[in-house]
C-alpha cells in the first residue's frame, strides 16, 4: 500500500508540475506574441512571420501585419516570403548528404568536379576545396555584381570569376561570397546528376515534408506571396522582388512559416527528422562546427550590444556565444524581403523570422528575445536597443554621405559636349554600358538590366538614380586621353574603355 500511495504521490506531482510548466510557457507565448507586434510596428515592418521550436515541437507560429502595403491581405502561417540566403544552409545539407554517401569528400578538390572551374590565382585554384565553398575564404571579395549588374546565366557567372583578382589572402580572413554557393551548387548536380535545385527539392523538402516550400522564385506562386517593401525617398513603397535564382544554392528559396518550421526543427535535432535524419551524426557535426574566424568587421552590429567573445562561420551558419552558449544563425536579406534562422542546441531552442521590409534589423531582436524568452531567461529590450544601435549607425552613415557631397566643387562644367560622352564603354569583366545624350542629361544603360539618368555632379562626374529607385543612385566618372577625347567611364568602381 505504501508503494501505491508512492506511486500515485509522484504521478499527482508529476500533474502538478506539468500543469504548472503549461501555465508558464502559456505566459511566455503571450508576451511573445505581443512582443513581436509591438516590434513589428517600432520598426515599421509591413509583414512579418515567425516560428519557434522548443525541444521537438514547434511551440509557436504567426503572421503579422499584411502581405502588400495599403492592403488588407494579412500575413498567415502559409504566406510565401524569400529564404534568402537562410537558404545556405540547405545547400551545405545538400551537399552533406552526397558526402554521406561517399560521393564527395570536403577535402576534394573543387576542380575535381568542375575542371574548367578558374579563379584568377592559379594557385588558389588548384587548392580550393569543396568545404571552402561553403566558408567565404576565397580570398576573392564580393562579387554580387555578377548577378545583380548582369543578366547572365549561372555558368556565364561562374565563368567571369577567373576575372576577378583577390581581395585578400587565400583561406586568410573572410568575406562574403555568394557566388561560391553558386559552384557548390554546380558540384551538387555534377555529383548527383540532378540540377541542384531538384536535388535540394527531392533530398531536403521532401522527406520534411515541406510541400509549401521552393527552390526558386520562379517556382513559387504568386498566390498567398509577400510583396517586397522599401523607404524610398523616406516613404515605405512596394518594390519588385529580386530573383536570386542565378544563385540559386546561395539564396533562392522560398517558404512559408508554417513550412520553414519543419526545417527548423529538423536543424535543431540534428538533421533528425519523422522517417530518419537527412546527414550522419559526424557530418551534421562538421557543418556546424567552427570552421572560420569572422572579424568583427564582417560580422553584424548587433555585436556592439551583445559582445560575444568569438565570432565565427562553419557551412552556411554564422556563429558567436550569447550568455555563454553558442548559437548557430544566418540572416536572409534581398531587396524588401529579410530572414533569419537562429537556434541553440544546448538549450533545444530555435527561431525562424521572415519579413517584407527592407533590412528591418527588427528579426535580430526576435530571435535574442526568442532566446531569453524561453531559454536563457533576462529581461532586456532588444526592439528597443537595436533601433537605436541601428538608427545611430544610420545616422552616421547618413553624415557621412553629406560630408562627402559637401566636397563637391559647385560652378564647374563638362569639359566637352554632352554627346561626346556618348559612346558604348566595355570591361571583360563589368560588361557593356551604353552611354546616350538627352538635353542635359546622360541616359546609362547598364548591361541591357538597368537604366539610370545622370545629371552633371562636378567637372566630368555624372550622378542620378537608377530606373528602379530602390537600387539607389550611380555616379559616372568620365576621364579624358591626351587627345582631349573621353577615354574611359569609371562606374561601380570598374574602368570601362570608350569602343566608340
Not at 522548443?54 to 499584411?66: L, M, P
Not at 523607404?231 to 530573383?243: L, P, Q
Not at 533562392?252 to 530518419?276: E, F, N, P, R, T
Not at 533569419?340 to 517584407?356: D, L
Request: aromatic share 12%; hydrophobic share 40%; proline share 4%.
Amino acid at each position: 500500500m505504501k508503494k501505491i500511495g508512492l506511486l500515485l504521490l509522484s504521478i499527482v506531482l508529476s500533474i502538478s508540475f506539468a500543469f504548472a510548466q503549461s501555465k508558464v510557457l502559456s505566459k511566455q507565448l503571450k508576451e511573445f506574441d505581443t512582443y513581436v507586434e509591438n516590434a513589428r510596428k517600432q520598426w515599421g515592418a509591413v509583414g512579418l512571420a515567425v516560428t519557434v521550436v522548443k525541444g521537438d515541437e514547434v511551440i509557436f507560429k504567426k503572421g503579422y501585419g499584411v502581405r502588400e502595403l495599403n492592403t488588407n491581405d494579412a500575413v498567415d502561417i502559409n504566406t510565401l516570403f524569400a529564404c534568402a540566403s537562410t537558404t545556405k544552409a540547405m545547400t551545405a545539407i545538400g551537399m552533406g548528404i552526397l558526402v554521406d554517401e561517399g560521393k564527395v569528400n570536403w577535402n576534394d578538390p573543387v576542380i575535381k568536379y568542375l575542371p574548367d572551374f578558374q579563379l584568377y590565382d592559379p594557385y588558389v585554384t588548384r587548392e580550393l576545396r569543396i568545404k571552402d565553398l561553403l566558408l567565404h575564404n576565397s580570398g576573392v571579395g564580393n562579387t554580387d555584381f555578377l548577378w545583380s549588374f548582369m543578366d547572365i546565366s549561372s555558368e556565364e557567372v561562374l565563368k567571369k570569376l577567373r576575372l576577378v583578382k583577390p581581395s585578400y589572402s587565400f583561406r586568410s580572413s573572410f568575406v562574403y561570397q555568394n557566388i561560391f554557393y553558386l559552384a557548390a551548387g554546380e558540384v551538387i548536380e555534377k555529383v548527383s546528376g540532378r540540377p541542384w535545385e531538384e536535388f535540394i527539392k527531392e533530398r531536403v523538402f521532401s522527406p520534411l515534408g515541406m510541400t509549401n516550400t521552393y527552390p526558386t522564385l520562379k517556382a513559387a506562386p504568386n498566390t498567398n506571396r509577400t510583396k517586397p517593401h522599401m523607404k524610398v525617398d523616406g516613404k515605405m513603397m512596394v518594390i519588385e522582388d529580386m530573383s536570386a535564382d542565378a544563385i540559386g544554392p546561395a539564396g533562392s528559396v522560398w517558404s512559408s512559416i508554417d513550412d520553414i518550421g519543419k526545417w527548423v526543427k529538423c536543424m535543431l535535432d540534428s538533421s533528425k527528422y519523422a522517417g530518419g535524419r537527412l546527414v550522419k551524426p559526424k557530418t551534421w557535426e562538421e557543418i556546424t562546427k567552427v570552421q572560420t574566424l569572422v572579424p568583427l568587421s564582417e560580422f553584424y552590429p548587433t555585436a556592439q550590444l551583445t559582445k560575444p567573445n568569438f565570432t565565427t562561420y562553419g557551412f552556411g551558419w554564422f556563429q558567436e556565444d550569447y550568455k555563454g552558449k553558442k548559437i548557430n544563425f544566418h540572416t536572409g536579406s534581398l531587396p524588401g524581403s529579410i530572414a533569419i534562422h537562429g537556434q541553440i542546441p544546448e538549450e533545444k531552442i530555435a527561431v525562424y523570422v521572415f519579413g517584407n521590409t527592407d533590412h528591418v534589423e527588427v528579426r535580430h531582436a526576435l530571435m535574442y528575445k526568442a532566446f531569453d524568452l524561453f531559454a536563457l531567461g533576462g529581461t532586456t529590450d532588444w526592439s528597443s536597443d537595436f533601433l537605436a544601435l541601428y538608427t545611430q549607425l544610420n545616422n552616421a552613415g547618413e553624415a557621412a554621405q553629406k560630408k562627402q557631397n559637401e566636397k563637391r566643387v559647385l560652378n564647374t562644367n563638362p569639359s566637352l559636349p554632352l554627346s561626346d560622352y556618348a559612346g558604348t564603354y566595355q570591361d571583360e569583366l563589368f560588361g557593356k554600358v551604353v552611354v546616350t545624350a538627352v538635353n542635359d542629361q546622360l541616359i546609362v544603360d547598364i548591361n541591357n538590366m538597368h537604366k539610370a539618368t545622370l545629371s552633371h555632379w562636378n567637372f566630368d562626374t555624372f550622378n542620378g538614380p537608377l530606373e528602379q529607385k530602390w537600387n539607389g543612385n550611380v555616379t559616372a566618372l568620365f576621364q579624358l586621353n591626351g587627345a582631349g577625347e573621353i577615354a574611359t567611364l569609371n562606374l561601380a568602381g570598374f574602368t570601362l574603355q570608350k569602343v566608340k
